[in-house]
């Protein structure tokens, strides 16, 4: 589906059928306990978007903004952390609980791990996250790009210490390049999505990320806003929306907020997946080439579908320009908002939440997806500028504008 928008409503053949255990709120305070033990730890703010939400038509709009995390520009540190540090509390028979950031870089931890080499695919974010986390620990990283990965985001990887490459290969590729270098080098794959076979670090990862929503729902309760009507999530391959949807799942039971996935129409590998809705799923493959760099994924993470399929309802494939409105929205909000650095990734749900407010043609998606002045609807900027060309590229100069 090229440069249009779509809309899948998940009809369910068994609603909640996916057990959302490993997101309970033990285990995310658990988690969140483990991200408070970092010195560089500070809660990203959650912006009431006030005067943002009038003007759309909406009862509230709360943007999370990620681009505050760990001084990284996205959230993705949150996860590979998280697993890292259950892998290595594992490898010494201890429980993560007993493994705060003081213990995991110790020289006592050190010594007894000896060299430890992690590996990953990513189209940026997720790699400087793990770059980030080896770093601290004093432990060596190698890290794949995609083909036209930005150079930025190559260079922010390398700057953490690991070594770092732009593959001539898209990202799932990527992703079995890293894999194949872990098995005959004895590397630990640390990777955002998951497989059959390879289900204990992205297990961990989607635990990970549920520190931004736990913090999203204190926050909300500190502003004394209401649960949330909608929450819509941006997805590549889908780990960081099932974290998001299946804490909110755990947590509110049959309260929880409507969920809507978002995808670019180039990697809309979820979209197709409930689509289908036979049970199987559904691959993007070739060059995927959105300006949502960090949502061109074509393979659906395997844990992540079984929260999504239970426990999202909407399904929606956006065109490039989404982004790029949200981008521009978030950057220059009505006066009186705050404003909010969205990099492409990050800003693409509200640029769809604002086409489907405003743009007549898409009325029907708005009225399907029961968005109107009483919805209130949380959002998570996931990411700041993390390709600044590109970033002046749309928001100085307007590149790719809506067209109506
Ligand atoms: C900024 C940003 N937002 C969202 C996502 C999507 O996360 P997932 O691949 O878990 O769906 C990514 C993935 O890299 C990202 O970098």
Known sequence: M?????????????KGKYSVDILNEGTCS?????????????????????HLAEQLGLGGVYVKDESYRFNLNAFKVLGGSYAIGNFLANKLNSDIKDMPYERLVSDEVKKELGELVFVTATDGNHGRGVAWTANQLQQKSVVYMPRGSSLERLENIRAEGAEAYITDLNYDEAVRLANRMAEENGWIMVQDTAWEGYESIPTWIIQGYSTMGYEAIDQLSELKADIPTHIFLQAGVGSMAASVAGMFAAIYKENKPIITIVEPNKADCLYRTAEANDGKLRFVSGSMDTIM??????????????????YAENFLSCPDYVAAKGMRMLGNPPNGDTRIISGESGAATLGCV??????????????????DKNSK????????????NSYKDIVWDGKYPSFK
């Open 30 to 50: 658990k988690v969140i306990n483990f991200h408070r033990s970092f010195p560089m730890y500070e809660r990203t703010p959650l912006r009431d978007m006030k």
């Open 2 to 14: 090229i440069e249009k928008f779509g809309v899948v409503q998940l009809e369910r053949k068994g």
């Open 354 to 371: 604002a086409e489907l407010m405003t743009n007549k043609d898409l009325t029907y998606i708005k009225e399907k997806l029961g968005l």
């Open 377 to 388: 609807v949380l959002l998570f900027s996931t990411e700041g500028d993390t390709d600044k």
């Open 293 to 310: 760099a960090g949502l061109a994924c074509g393979e659906p993470c395997t844990i992540g579908w079984n929260i999504l399929e239970s």
